[in-house]
């Protein structure tokens, strides 16, 4: 683990202070051996999702005393005898999980007051936007904070892990903290940003072994989230303050969107032009530093559709327009890719109606159809009874159609 100070950041920091405690923080070992985590007796995860799971599991492996709490009763129950209660494959947590509820170092429960005296509190859950306006939903967050709020002992680390739009944790973490524990941040108790970066499939490896970013407003904060957090992440820690920490987490997301919305729109122009977007890219990527993405039906999942969103929402004087002509792009995809269907089927000679058509590249991982989210969901309907190799495409009488691309 390599802890990475930002100067230029974190201003109310002693940097000569900051540099010891990084000298200091103990060289990780694997989960599995772990040493102790003495400074951190008793974890609380408030959220029991994606980030919560994995979370709760790491930190008890490192020897904390953790309890999850959610609303969901059947994830309580299911964690309480040893179940994910994720759907899809996740390498390592079901066997991470049943080990540490079977040892005593986890358990679950319903209660926001389970979490009393707790070292470390981490507030894991959703973030959503307004559909109607775009505009953050704190509902889930504020309801999280206020649970456990008069539940929190002095000196206690509450650590938020939810993706936020900057300018949340002063506006509004802060203050319904303050409101909730009556309590002051800062003296009493102390705040950091430490948004998420995993993904779906990859839950405990991203948590571990992707760089983490700290956002501390002041010392203490830092110092107890660096010692924290230096337990079970085997990357680099890079510190900053509150608002860097939140305009980094969206700026990621908000990053790969924009640029799947290039390669959208280049594929858009290319089937105007009646040329191959995927030739297209593989030449344009032939330049140095040129990096192409490759077109597609849009994007899906639950975080970049919104994280751009949550990016933008408090700039006024900027007004904003790449990122959400960018979004508006992708969200034309399915669109696109309905009209192709509409189109193929005319080529063929049938109507929508009682046709039979093949989806290539449907999931790209192991497929949930319960799981599945968002546009994706919404724009295509599958009938998974009838699925054909590539071979067989042709015999079957299909005609291809793709996004950037002419027949197969």
């Not at 079901?94 to 319903?110: T, W």
């Not at 999280?144 to 300018?167: D, M, Q």
């Not at 956002?215 to 203490?220: D, I, K, S, T, W």
Request: hydrophobic share 45%; proline share 6%; glycine share 8%.
């Amino acid at each position: 683990m390599t802890i990475v100070e930002s100067s230029a950041k974190c201003p109310n920091i002693n940097m000569r202070k900051a540099a010891w405690v990084s000298a200091a923080a103990p060289q990780l070992k694997p989960l599995s051996e772990a040493r102790n985590m003495r400074a951190f007796v008793k974890v609380a995860v408030i959220g029991l999702g994606y980030v919560g799971v994995p979370l709760a599991a790491a930190v008890a492996a490192t020897g904390a005393s953790v309890v999850g709490v959610d609303i969901d009763p059947g994830k309580v129950d299911a964690i309480n005898v040893g179940q994910s209660p994720l759907r899809g494959h996740e390498p390592g947590l079901q066997s991470l999980l049943k080990e540490q509820v079977s040892k005593h170092h986890l358990r679950a429960s319903l209660d926001p007051s389970d979490a009393a005296n707790a070292d470390v509190v981490a507030v894991c859950v959703e973030t959503p936007i307004e559909p109607s306006t775009r505009d953050p939903s704190h509902k889930a967050l504020k309801a999280a904070l206020a649970g456990i709020g008069p539940h929190l002992k002095r000196g206690a680390l509450v650590t938020i892990e939810s993706t936020l739009a900057p300018g949340t944790m002063e506006s509004v973490v802060r203050p319904t903290l303050e409101r909730a524990s009556k309590m002051k941040v800062g003296r009493d108790v102390h705040l950091v940003h430490c948004p998420e970066r995993l993904t779906t499939g990859k839950l405990l490896h991203h948590l571990t072994e992707l760089p983490r970013i700290v956002g501390a407003n002041e010392p203490v904060a830092l110092r107890k989230a660096l010692a924290f957090y230096g337990r079970f992440v085997n990357a680099e820690i890079h510190s900053t303050d509150w608002t860097t920490a939140e305009v980094v987490k969206t700026a990621e997301n908000a990053y790969w969107d924009v640029q799947l919305a290039f390669a959208n729109e280049v594929a858009l122009i290319s089937e105007e032009l009646g040329v191959d977007a995927y030739r297209v890219r593989d030449l344009v990527n032939t330049c140095p530093f040129r990096m192409m993405l490759i077109p597609g039906a849009g994007v899906g999942g639950h975080c970049i559709p919104k994280d751009p969103w949550l990016l933008i929402s408090p700039a006024v004087q900027t007004k904003p327009e790449l990122i959400p002509t960018a979004r508006f792009v992708n969200d034309y995809m399915p669109k696109r890719m309905a009209r192709l269907v509409e189109e193929g089927l005319a080529a063929a000679g049938r109507k929508v109606k009682g046709a039979r058509v093949a989806v290539f590249g449907f999931a790209y991982r192991r497929l949930d159809l319960k799981a599945l989210k968002r546009t994706m969901r919404r724009a295509v309907i599958v009938d998974g009874r009838n699925v054909f190799a590539g071979p067989e495409v042709v015999k079957a009488g299909f005609v291809y159609r793709g996004i950037g691309k002419g027949q197969f």
